[in-house]
């Protein structure tokens, strides 16, 4: 879909006297990176001729690679509201990632394996949207200015509190957003004490990956504005909810939504029960991609609202699927392991190839459970066969070893240097001393 062409975008740039253009992309962590150029260079980065160090970029490429070119998407193309001053505004352009020696996007650029996956899915007819629910934490900072986790408030779900810092910045962040063309569905507070949510209005895929990283710089730069650090941190607080990152999922086919079926009970049609069915034969892989760190874990607990088994359901949060109430174009279904630590073309990519799988390949999913499955036993969740999501990263990242559908759709690269890091994230972690241990064993023993 083409938004704006090159002669567009200068125009643009010229008319809102934007002086300066950063150019963006995401390592395969989903880690944003930029470099700014001043307006002078939009024409020559628009021909794709901006060139960049890739080895040093985290899983990229080794040095005698690393000649790398950014090719931005005109369709990205807007100003940051708070970055507006006397001397010019600031723009920015999403960049694919390509390759110095082939002349083709780059086997490592997470945007360019969400596209090429996309595009597939278009050539059958299909269209991804997705829309996601983001949960933060505001904390407040210490005195030199580092965070803390110390929490602005002591709300609770859809509270009104008396005006205070949090408040006030969500307000501001959500303006923001909306001067920079998001529509925004709802915002409020969450259950857990400084905990927010911000809502927005499902897309295509390509576009909410790039609207979800475009989305976690605004709310971290409009909290420090307002003395607060921002946190995507899936887990900082034990004992309280943490942060997950639902995402709302639908197929989409001539412009009409192929998971609603009026002459289904339940408004399902075939296609979305599949769809529902890929989600779960490779959601063990996913989990790998959607809750890419060893904190994600400390969420998919069970009491918390985070899901923990692999089952869905039509109403109770407790599993990994829920089909909210809506019908219409509003059919979809909810995926609610995914935190907001992780990469989103990545996480895209992946539940795309799952769903498309589920749908080719007509997979029924298990009868949906309706019954709260944090109360069940251990024995009836084995008699109604309900499985378990993975525990850890390093039991999630053995299943995306396994799983050969996930790891064709992300491509070699992205799989090997995915897999060695999070390896290394892991083992890191286990030979650490926590303060737990400490806690527990040095008067001990
Ligand atoms: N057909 C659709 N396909 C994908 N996403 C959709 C579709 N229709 C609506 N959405 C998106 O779903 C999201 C709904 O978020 P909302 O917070 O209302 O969901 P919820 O799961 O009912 O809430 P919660 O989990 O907080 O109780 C929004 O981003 C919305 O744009
Ligand atoms: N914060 C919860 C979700 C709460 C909700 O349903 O909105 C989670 O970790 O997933
Ligand atoms: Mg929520
Ligand atoms: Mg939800």
Known sequence: MCKFTKEDVLKMAKEQNVKFIRLQFTDIFGIMKNVAIPVSQLE????????????????????????????????????????????????????????????????????????????????????????????????????????????????????????????????????TLQKMGYEIEASHHEVAPGQHEIDFQYSDALDIADKIVTFKLVVRSIAQRHGLHATFMPKPIQGINGSGMHINLSLFKNGGNTFYDPQKENGLSDVAVNFVGGLLKHGKAITAITNPTVNSYKRLVPGYEAPVNMAWSFRNRSPLIRIPGKRGSST????????????????????????????????????????????????SLEELQIDQLPETLEKAINHLEEDELIKNALGEHVCEKFIEAKKIEWKNYMSAVHQWELDEYLTKF
């Open 332 to 379: 979809r279904t909810e995926l609610r392991s995914p935190d907001p630590s992780f990469n989103p073309y990545l996480s895209l990519a992946a539940i795309l190839a799952a769903g498309l799988d589920g749908v080719e390949n007509q997979i029924d999913p298990p009868a949906p459970v309706d019954r709260n499955i944090y109360d069940m036993t251990e024995e």
């Open 44 to 175: 020559k980065a628009l021909d794709g001729e901006m060139m960049f160090d890739g080895s040093s970029v985290e899983g990229f490429v080794r040095i005698e690679e690393s000649d790398m070119y950014l090719q931005p998407d005109p369709n990205t193309f807007i100003t940051f509201p708070w970055r507006s001053g006397i001397d010019g505004d600031v723009g920015r352009l999403i960049c694919d990632v390509y390759d110095s020696t082939e002349g083709k996007p780059f086997a490592g650029c997470p945007r360019s394996v969400l596209r090429s996956l996309v595009d597939k899915a278009v050539q059958k007819g299909y269209t991804l949207n997705a829309g996601p629910e983001a949960e933060f934490f505001l904390f407040l900072t210490d005195s030199e200015g580092r965070p803390t986790t110390i929490t602005h408030d002591k709300a609770g779900y859809f509270d009104l509190s008396p005006v205070d810092l949090g408040e006030g910045a969500r307000r501001d962040m959500v303006t």
